[in-house]
T-cell receptor
Framework: TQLLEQSPQFLSIQEGENLTVYCNSSSVFSSLQWYRQEPGEGPVLLVTVVTGGEVKKLKRLTFQFGDARKDSSLHITAAQPGDTGLYLC?????????????FGTGTKLQVIP | DTGVSQDPRHKITKRGQNVTFRCDPISEHNRLYWYRQTLGQGPEFLTYFQNEAQLEKSRLLSDRFSAERPKGSFSTLEIQRTEQGDSAMYLCASSLGDRVTDTQYFGPGTRLTVL
């Protein structure tokens, strides 16, 4: 079973602080995705990174894919209460003709006003 | 709203009862997936359909679980003789089947509580 470990598991910070979430695996993936999930809702895709070493920015969020395509990080600058939620990384591999998505263990973020 | 929909959103049942959940994917999507998510954890893959064909099942899908997609549109997930360990959020996702990206779009989930 492929396992993606996220750290930290929980994070509670003040509004305006910066934070980084890490996603690590021993497996190589064709791409890596980051999702955010709010209570009672399904995960919503934030970004997909495909190339080793790739960096993508989405407003205050910066995503990086490791050179070996086994790990990734999510950095949030000047966190806001609206960033509160469960952040999930997910490794993608081709399997039987479809893109199999394996989710990480999740990081629960709380941003306090 | 043309996103993935799931019904019911919440289900409370007694141990030993059977439950059935429904998922309606985005209309033009030919791929459909079921996942299970326990509190604070990431979703775990259960099964995958390409049109009406069930092409992959996880070891998590015990004999008490069955999924169907009879006409290649909506899907149902049935759990027979529910156990307390079945309590979880059951998520459905669909994708277009595009070879390049094949992004999965998730529904809001059905939260099952087994008493």
């Amino acid at each position: 079973t492929q396992l993606l470990e996220q750290s930290p598991q929980f994070l509670s910070i003040q509004e305006g602080e910066n934070l980084t979430v890490y996603c690590n695996s021993s497996s190589v993936f064709s791409s890596l995705q980051w999702y955010r999930q709010e209570p009672g809702e399904g995960p919503v895709l934030l970004v997909t990174v495909v190339t080793g070493g790739e960096v993508k920015k989405l407003k205050r969020l910066t995503f990086q894919f490791g050179d070996a395509r086994k790990d990734s990080s999510l950095h949030i600058t000047a966190a806001q209460p609206g960033d509160t939620g469960l952040y999930l990384c997910a490794g993608v591999k081709s399997s039987g003709g479809y893109q199999k998505v394996t989710f990480g263990t999740g990081t629960k973020l709380q941003v306090i006003p | 709203d043309t996103g993935v929909s799931q019904d019911p959103r919440h289900k409370i049942t007694k141990r030993g009862q059977n439950v059935t959940f429904r998922c309606d994917p985005i209309s033009e999507h030919n791929r459909l997936y079921w996942y299970r998510q326990t509190l604070g954890q990431g979703p775990e893959f259960l099964t995958y359909f390409q049109n009406e064909a069930q092409l992959e099942k996880s070891r998590l899908l015990s004999d008490r679980f069955s999924a169907e997609r009879p006409k290649g549109s909506f899907s149902t997930l049935e759990i027979q003789r529910t156990e307390q360990g079945d309590s979880a959020m059951y998520l459905c996702a669909s994708s277009l089947g595009d070879r390049v990206t094949d992004t999965q779009y998730f529904g809001p989930g059905t939260r099952l509580t087994v008493l």
